[in-house]
């Protein structure tokens, strides 16, 4: 049923491409993001879990 479906759609073989190249540009974004990030904003971030003022401490 679906397949019958699939293939009368028109151009469908360039959905795949399009899925792969918004993955992958994504993915890259993400990359230069993370290797751009100062230094102190992630050892800011990597402290985030251990610090003892959080309001879920106080419950």
Same mark, same amino acid.
């Given at each position: 049923?679906?397949?019958?479906? #699939?293939?009368?759609?028109?151009?469908i073989e360039l959905f795949p491409?399009?899925?792969l190249v918004i993955?992958?540009?994504?993915?890259?974004?993400?990359i230069i993001w993370t290797v751009r990030l100062? $230094? $102190?904003v992630v050892d800011h971030m990597k402290e985030l879990p #251990?610090?003892? %003022?959080?309001p879920? %401490?106080?419950l």
């Open positions: 049923m679906f397949s019958q479906i #699939l293939s009368h759609i028109a151009e491409i399009i899925g993955f992958f540009t994504f993915f890259i974004g993400v100062d $230094n $102190n #251990l610090e003892p %003022d959080s879920e %401490d106080s």
